[in-house]
């Protein structure tokens, strides 16, 4: 990560403290894991002597790689962009999109696998209406619409998100977003601006809003460090844009504590754009540091734990049981296929939490309690 954040004038030193042939394998291994490596080989240009051959040739083959299947999404987005705008529907890019329209002038440097659109929630079924009409379909399956807006609502993984993700046969991967947790979605899409994108152009947020929609999705994930790698780059990357601008920000109550956050982390990692752009940290922003680099060292926490403290998470998961037992767990099983998890029984997911409980010392879960009360505040 400090490779990836540090000012310039520190890779020398850091880049000399590397054995090129025991540590590249690795790190290009974590940078493939972590969806970072167009980030990497942009920091690595001018020391590309350093890698040895074969993973200097393995870099730029996977680079590229990601680079013609982010400039698909990209005209894919424009396309499906301009589609929405025709059929009078307010739609605006956000995260990677708009990252790179924003922070990298729609060029290298950043990857994108998916597409993310939002609009208004009273135009979220002619949107999906009109997608599935240009060959996309939901990814988790045919399931009533009704049926599909009940469990998203009951589902603590959500927080207090509404969307859907669809996909055509060429592989084009949108994530139709109508609610951001406790974010106005009039608000946001009237903040919007237009941008040249891939040849065309369509609206993207605007940079404070970027940052934090970016930070809003690095709580939502946990904080885990697989997930959050791009957040915490294009969150350095705002805070570059928007100096002391950041502090500002307009959106739900946990926002400023989630930005202060992922600027504390950035802080540890030796960006020093993040030390500038704001106060000292508080209390909490540290605590949850703590648990991102925790986490960076030792694993993901078990996503349950956040679950246990909060009471929001209970209450969603008591309303879905108690519709429809069967129907909630089955949907819930479909989620998890998609995104990859294993599916688990209630009786390990006890089992293994319990587990959890008693592995954990008393500052990771008082951690824990904190990120699951932003969490609350975010949603």
């Known amino acids: 990560m400090r490779l990836l954040v540090a000012p310039d004038a520190e890779l020398p030193g850091l880049l000399g403290g590397l054995d090129s ?55 894919a987005a424009t396309a499906v962009h301009q589609a929405l705008q025709d059929a009078g529907i307010t739609v605006a890019a956000f995260k990677g999109v708009a990252v790179l329209a924003l922070l990298h002038a729609g060029g290298a ?6 597409i993310d659109l939002l609009v208004t929630p009273e135009e979220a ?14 990814k988790i399956g045919p399931i009533p619409p009704a049926e599909y807006v009940a469990f998203i609502r009951n589902s603590p993984g959500s927080a207090g998100n509404e969307a859907i993700s669809l996909v055509d046969l060429t592989g084009i991967d949108i994530d139709l977003h109508w609610k951001l947790g406790g974010f106005d979605a009039q608000h946001l899409l009237a903040r919007s601006r237009q941008m040249p994108v891939a040849g065309g152009t369509l609206r993207v947020v605007g940079p404070l809003d970027g940052l934090c929609l970016t930070a809003h999705h690095a709580l939502r994930n946990d904080l885990v460090p697989d997930a959050i790698a791009r957040d915490l780059i294009d969150t350095q990357g705002w805070l570059r844009l928007l100096g002391n601008a950041a502090v500002d920000v307009d959106g739900p109550a946990g926002i ?29 922003a540290r605590r949850l540091a703590e648990l991102y680099t925790h986490q960076l060292a030792h694993g993901p926490i078990n996503t349950d734990l956040a679950y246990l403290f909060s009471g929001l998470a209970a209450q969603k998961i008591v309303r879905g049981l108690w519709r429809s037992r069967h129907r909630y767990r089955v949907l819930m099983q479909a989620f998890e296929r998609v995104n990859g998890e294993p599916s688990t ?19 990771r879960l008082w951690q824990v309690r904190t990120l699951s009360r ?6």
């Open 345 to 363: 029984t209630l009786l390990q997911r006890m089992l293994r939490l319990w587990a959890s409980l008693l592995q954990s010392p008393p500052a």
């Open 109 to 114: 440097g950043r990857s994108i696998g998916d």
């Open 374 to 379: 932003l969490k609350e505040d975010l949603a």
């Open 125 to 138: 079924t002619r949107a999906i209406e009109l997608l599935q009409a240009r060959g996309f379909r939901p």
């Open 21 to 75: 042939e025991s540590c590249w394998p690795e790190i290009l291994n974590l940078c493939e894991r972590w969806r970072v490596l167009p980030t990497l080989a942009a920091r690595l240009a001018s020391f590309r002597h350093l890698l040895p051959a074969i993973q200097a040739a393995r870099l730029r083959h996977a680079v590229l790689e990601q680079m013609v299947n982010s400039s698909r999404q990209l005209r």
């Open 256 to 284: 400023p504590a989630a930005i202060e956050t992922l600027r504390c982390i950035l802080v540890q990692l030796g960006a020093t754009e993040a030390a500038e752009t704001g106060p000292a940290a508080s209390t909490a």
